[in-house]
């Protein structure tokens, strides 16, 4: 048999958060930052899960199912393992994706994982990565009780996204933009706890119904994703003004949500040209996430001063082109 392996990228969410899960279109790009997932046969029957996120090895027929439903990876197995009918197989995770980092490490994990299944049990990796991504969707959906998959569906296809979802016929539309213009003006800094998405972003979701903010929100979400396309298209400082009041915009509506991270917009906010030459935003499930900053380098010095005295430090990986990938290894 095959030795199979599947790596996926991390994610980013430029805009659209929370306002995707309504409709609304966002963009999301991918890291140069993997998850990969190797499947091997072994001489023992069962399903043996072996990964760097922690220390034992999880014998999946004698594992709890209630542990198996709320771990991603635990998840994943169990769906394909029944699906395609597989048995005396190892399943082998390395992850570089920090989970506090809100870089789709689920996400990864799931659709990784799902990917070296199947082709492990086919014995190819000619595979339709997206019609994978959606089982993926479905898998967080059941756990999550909410997703969009806007991450499955960017990491399977990798580069910079601009997605309309349909829920009804998963995933609409979606097109991949020319990434170069997001190097060199959008930063990514980590440092936070993380902000699970199933509670942090639960807790959100529930605020933005009881306020009735939903239709808020979307219209300014549609506007900092127009105003993402606009300036990565055009380039210009003009753009780049539009670009931070959209950002403002956005970020007005959401400093009441529960748990923003306040003391991170007044640490940036009164800085040489805050939402003028350069913004901040945060990203994903929220502020406990990794956090973008705006602009051209030279003009945020004083703002990485700022965040690195606070604990906070630039991601150090670019951004890339590459999706999810499989291929067959040595074994």
């Known amino acids: 048999m095959k030795v199979m392996r599947a790596r996926i990228p991390g994610k980013v969410m430029l805009a659209g958060e929370y306002a995707v899960l309504n409709g609304g279109p966002c963009l999301a790009l991918t890291v140069d930052r993997w998850l990969q997932v190797t499947v091997r046969s072994q001489e023992q029957a069962g399903f043996s899960v072996r990964t760097n996120l922690w220390p ?19 998840q994943a197995c169990d769906e394909a393992g029944r699906r395609l009918q597989l048995d005396r197989v190892r399943v082998d995770v390395h992850s570089d994706l920090t989970i506090a980092h809100g870089l789709g490490s689920s996400s990864a994990v799931r659709l990784a994982t799902l990917m070296a299944l199947q082709a492990f049990a086919e014995q190819t990796a000619d595979l339709d990565t997206v019609s994978l991504a959606r089982i993926a969707w479905n898998l967080q959906r059941e756990q999550q009780l909410f997703a969009s998959g806007y991450d499955v569906l960017v990491q399977s296809v990798g580069g910079l996204v601009h997605w309309e979802p349909d829920y009804t016929q998963w995933p609409g539309r979606f097109e991949r933009l020319p990434l170069a213009p997001a190097h060199g003006w959008v930063h ?9 998405t199933a509670s942090f972003g639960g807790r959100v979701r529930r605020w933005l119904a009881a306020e009735g903010l939903e239709d808020d929100l979307g219209r300014r979400s549609h506007r900092l994703v127009e105003a993402f396309a606009q300036h990565f298209a055009l380039g210009e400082r003009s753009s780049l003004r539009e670009l931070c009041t959209a ?12 748990s923003y991270p306040h003391r991170l ?23 406990e996430d990794a956090i973008l900053l705006i602009g051209e380098a030279f003009g945020l010095g004083a703002a990485e001063t700022a965040l690195l005295t606070h604990g906070w430090r630039p991601l150090g990986a670019r951004f890339g082109e590459q999706g999810a990938c499989l291929e067959e290894i040595e074994s």
Do not use: M, N
């Not at 034992?56 to 635990?74: C, G, S, W």
């Not at 990514?188 to 699970?196: H, Y």
């Open 56 to 74: 034992e090895v999880v014998e999946l027929h004698t594992a709890d199912p209630y542990a198996i439903q709320a771990e991603p990876l635990l």
């Open 265 to 287: 917009l007044e640490l940036l906010s009164g800085l040489p040209g805050f939402d003028e030459t350069w913004t901040f935003k945060t990203t994903g499930a929220g502020g």
């Open 247 to 258: 950002v403002r915009e956005h970020r007005q509506l959401f400093v009441a949500a529960p």
């Open 188 to 196: 990514v800094f980590v440092g936070g706890q993380g902000a699970p």
